[in-house]
């Protein structure tokens, strides 16, 4: 049977947390909380205007500190802009985390590139803020970077060693390049440092679907799942582990439940649509695959390949 293939989760992205001096402006801080509670309640656009409203105010606080050189507590100043360049101000640590949260909220909204340019600047204001790495990490491999988000998570855990979202994004981006053994042991790690991850779990069952042995997979996924009952690509990752034992109705049950939770969810209805197909439910099974490309048309070659693999199933069992 020609290997299966199966929606690999998106990069996991941290919120900065909160760290301030003395110079902090108490209106820059009120600025920054008030945009962390709107991105607690998922109010994107929200935080990215308290955000935009704390940077704002901590770097006109900041153009009134000029020094001669980096404050040795915190060696992180910049020049602002090529006017400044002969200048370089302490730049207060509130101004690289509200870069870093604005950058987390502008991912969650879709706007990568809006978020790149955020962690970029939170980076060089802070050459060591983990967290910006990281998240950087995420916006770059969610953009199709491979070998940049890798380079991200690389300085990440250089610089902080127990970040395990860190680990468990370079492990996925390590089962996309192949690099399988790679993959579970930065997903090992992760999952030691925050074994709640269902995030890690779910990354760890699509390693062990793509090593071909199903049932770790699907021991994986089913923590997973009881770790969030919400997460899609779990269950689409147990119906393909399900596919692999030849438990084709088990298999049709999680492709419903992962399409059930994200109804634009392509790989499953494709998967679904392979399995039908094995079943000899032809007419069910084209309209997954039609669904699919309507969603997805990028994946039209891998629906020819499933049509090819499910006929020659069939023939091998007459």
């Known amino acids: 049977m020609r290997s299966l293939r199966f929606a690999l989760l998106l990069a996991v992205f941290v919120f900065s947390s909160i760290s301030f001096q003395a110079q902090t402006s108490r209106s820059a801080l009120r600025y920054y909380e008030a945009g962390s509670e709107k991105l607690r309640h998922n109010d994107f656009e929200g935080a990215i205007a308290?955000?935009?409203?704390?940077?704002?105010?901590?770097?006109?606080?900041?153009?009134?500190?000029?020094?001669?050189?980096r404050s040795p507590g915190f060696p992180t100043a910049f020049a602002d802009s090529q006017a400044d360049a002969t200048e370089v101000y302490v730049v207060d640590p509130l101004t690289a985390d509200a870069f870093t949260s604005r950058g987390f909220a502008r991912s969650k909204s879709g706007d990568l590139d809006g978020a790149l340019q955020d962690f970029e600047r939170a980076i060089r204001i802070n050459p060591r803020n983990a967290v910006a790495y990281m998240d950087r990490g995420g916006a770059r491999y969610n953009k199709g970077d491979t070998q940049g988000a890798l380079a991200d998570w690389d300085k990440a855990l250089q610089l902080d060693s127990r970040l395990a979202e860190?680990?468990?994004?370079?492990?996925?981006?390590?089962?996309?390049?192949?690099?399988?053994?790679?993959?579970l042991a930065d997903l090992n790690k992760g999952l030691e440092l925050n074994p709640g991850s269902a995030v890690a779990f779910c990354s760890r069952g699509f390693v062990w679907v793509a090593k071909r042995d199903a049932k770790p997979a699907i021991q994986d996924f089913d923590q997973a799942l009881k770790l969030n009952s919400r997460l899609a690509a779990a269950y689409e990752g147990r119906g393909v582990a399900n596919m692999m034992q030849g438990v084709l109705n088990a298999a049709i049950g999680d492709?419903?439940?992962?399409?059930?939770?994200?109804?634009?969810?392509?790989?499953?209805?494709?998967?679904?649509?392979?399995?039908?197909?094995?079943?000899?439910?032809?007419?069910?099974?084209?309209a997954d695959f039609s669904r699919t490309l309507t969603l997805n048309p990028a994946l039209k070659k891998e629906v020819e390949d499933r049509i090819k693999t499910a006929k020659e199933l069939r023939a091998a069992k007459q």
């Open 50 to 69: 308290d955000f935009t409203k704390a940077i704002d105010v901590s770097l006109r606080a900041e153009k009134g500190t000029a020094v001669e050189k």
């Open 166 to 183: 860190a680990y468990v994004n370079r492990g996925g981006a390590k089962q996309k390049l192949n690099d399988l053994d790679g993959a």
């Open 255 to 286: 492709f419903n439940r992962a399409i059930e939770v994200d109804p634009d969810m392509a790989y499953a209805y494709m998967n679904r649509g392979l399995t039908l197909m094995v079943q000899q439910k032809d007419e069910a099974a084209q």
